[in-house]
């Protein structure tokens, strides 16, 4: 690859890093400090448990994207105005989570809460499959000249390809569950973000 192409993803990858951390950065705006609770703080601070719930899975979900990003990008050395429009609409995505999440920290718990768990699901799911688009773009064969650094069947990016594949149905799962029970869902996201920071297996 040459200077020029590393200098392109490397521009993708700084920006692509700003718009992560905006969005991280949002998610703590909507838990908002109780006014007028007096000696009763703890008691209102604890009643705003759904807030905390909904910030500590969309700060985990927007981390394990990030640091999969970073994955992708570390195998990805050179860009084309596909792949960066396609990275365009991934970001979109992230840039979107703040408010599901707002909507989720506003009824948990509550009449509705499985609606705004529905919300949060859908808007993983859209995620997920903006990954898959992005990463199948990027490592296709069929790109000449060739967008990887590494050949396609590098054990890597077959791990990466096999992980990615099942991760929008691993969302849908919980979307099923939303309509079950709303915090089982949030769970289950929150689970999927761990699962999400660990690196693929590789394939032997």
Do not use: C
């Not at 200077?3 to 700084?14: L, M, N, P, V, Y």
């Not at 599901?100 to 919300?119: C, E, H, I, N, R």
């Amino acid at each position: 690859m040459s200077e020029a192409s590393e200098k392109e993803t490397g521009r993708i990858e700084a920006f692509s890093d700003g718009v992560y951390a905006i969005a991280i950065t949002l998610l703590v705006l909507e838990i908002k400090v109780p006014g007028g609770a007096g000696l009763d703080l703890w008691k209102v601070l604890l009643a705003q448990w759904p807030s905390y719930f909904a910030f500590a899975t969309s700060f985990a979900t927007i981390g394990i994207m990030w640091i999969n990003h970073h994955r992708m990008f570390n195998l990805i050395g050179r860009a084309d105005p596909m792949l960066m429009i396609l990275n365009g609409l991934l970001l979109m995505g992230v840039t979107f989570v703040p408010f599901p999440t707002a909507v989720v920290a506003g009824y948990l718990g509550q009449p509705g809460d499985k609606a705004a768990a529905s919300f949060l699901a859908v808007t993983y799911i859209g995620i997920a499959i903006a990954f898959n688009l992005l990463w199948n773009y990027a490592s296709s064969s069929r790109r000449n000249p060739r967008l990887l650094r590494v050949h396609e069947d590098h054990p890597t990016v077959r791990a990466i390809q096999g992980a990615y594949r099942f991760g929008p149905f691993y969302y849908v799962a919980t979307l099923i569950a939303a309509f079950l029970d709303a915090r089982l869902s949030v769970g289950l996201n929150l689970a999927l973000a761990v699962y999400w920071a660990l690196p693929p297996r590789e394939e032997k």
